[in-house]
């Protein structure tokens, strides 16, 4: 027997020295499999759900940190709950005016319902959730952009994006447990026929929006013109009606003058009137009282010398004595009582007339 082939016994006691350090080894990584398959870490932007043997044994979802589990036996599924965003590029719609349009859309969504998305639509991770998603939404913008024509499309762009998020919010999170947090259309296409009648109208419009332009400018300069005249007017009609005024104050001015004289001249009229009214019966009272004064004074002198003569026969017989003295020869006349004025006349004969 060669000299380098060991014996039985050294390969018993080679085994067996060996042996111990293999199982040594073993047994360390045992160990440390089993610890690190103890527990599991979730992300921060992470839940996590544990299973085993295929069933649900979690009765939440599980937040982000260190969790413990079954070594071997359970499985962790883990599902990204932050938000996201998702395009649905290449939508063909139809518009109420049988015009096919093809758009582009773009979802921002994140997990509502970790337990649904995971266990009874499919496993986030892989992406078959999104992709129910996905038919769904488009299902549902078909309906939307089937209540509008084409032209209201750009018009309305915001209005659309309401009522699809209003079609697919409630229904995303019982169907998917997918919140769709917002809708935007980023980009809209039409068929090339229509883009040329698009284009054709676009540029009808300008022009009628030219022609209408025009015509305000036209407005506006015809306005500011009858603006100018009408002020011109007012400005000549505002003269005219200061000279018409300046004319009635002067007039008014003139015809208070000569009233106001006229009543002054009246006035004077009726004063120097009624002064020689006052003056006429002044001198009227004054020369009755005078008559009356002489008239008194006559009769006192005829009542002496009746009453010197002793009697009325006396006094005639001087009378016509002092009358025959003084005649003429001519017819008597009437004599007055010492004035021509007032008393009573006395008619003197003489008793003889001599030859």
Do not use: C
């Not at 649900?56 to 071997?72: Q, W």
């Not at 400018?217 to 003269?239: H, L, N, P, R, Y």
């Not at 200061?242 to 208070?256: F, M, Q, S, V």
């Amino acid at each position: 027997m060669p000299a380098n082939i060991p014996t039985s016994e050294e390969l018993g006691h080679l085994v067996f020295r060996w042996g111990k350090w293999v199982l040594l080894g073993f047994l360390v990584l045992l160990l440390f499999t089993l610890g690190m398959g103890s527990f599991y870490t979730v992300q921060q932007n992470e839940v996590a759900a544990v299973t085993r043997y295929g069933s649900l044994v979690s009765s939440k979802p599980e937040g982000p940190g260190f969790h413990f589990k079954a070594p071997f036996i359970d499985q962790v599924h883990t599902i990204r709950m932050s938000i996201d965003k998702i395009p649905i590029d290449k939508a063909k719609v139809k518009t109420t005016d049988n015009q096919f349009v093809t758009v582009d859309l773009n979802l921002t969504y994140r997990v509502y319902d970790p337990f649904k998305a995971m266990f009874q639509v499919g496993a986030m991770g892989s992406g078959d959730v999104i992709d129910k998603v996905i038919p769904f939404v488009q299902s549902r913008a078909l309906g939307v952009f089937g209540q509008v024509n084409a032209l209201q499309i750009v018009d309305q762009k915001q209005a659309l994006e309401a009522s699809i998020l209003q079609a697919i919010q409630a229904r995303a999170i019982d169907l998917f447990g997918e919140k769709i947090e917002d809708v935007q259309i980023t980009h809209i296409e039409y068929s090339e026929g229509f883009e040329k009648n698009i284009e054709k109208m676009v540029q009808t419009r300008n022009e009628q929006i030219s022609a209408q332009n025009m015509l305000v400018v036209k407005q506006t300069e015809a306005q500011q013109v009858v603006a100018v005249a009408k002020g011109q007017a007012d400005s000549a009609a505002a003269a005219a009606d200061g000279d018409k005024r300046a004319t009635i104050a002067a007039a008014e001015g003139l015809a208070a003058k000569t009233r106001l004289e006229a009543e002054a001249g009246a006035y004077k009229t009726k004063q120097q009137a009624d002064a020689d009214a006052y003056a006429r019966e002044v001198n009227a009272e004054a020369n009755a009282k005078a008559i009356a004064i002489v008239g008194n004074a006559e009769s006192d002198v005829i009542a002496a010398k009746l009453k010197a003569a002793g009697s009325t026969d006396n006094y005639t017989s001087i009378l016509r004595a002092s009358a025959a003295t003084k005649w003429d020869g001519t017819v008597p006349k009437i004599q007055l009582s010492a004035s021509d004025k007032g008393g009573q006349p006395v008619i003197v004969l003489p008793s003889q007339v001599t030859q």
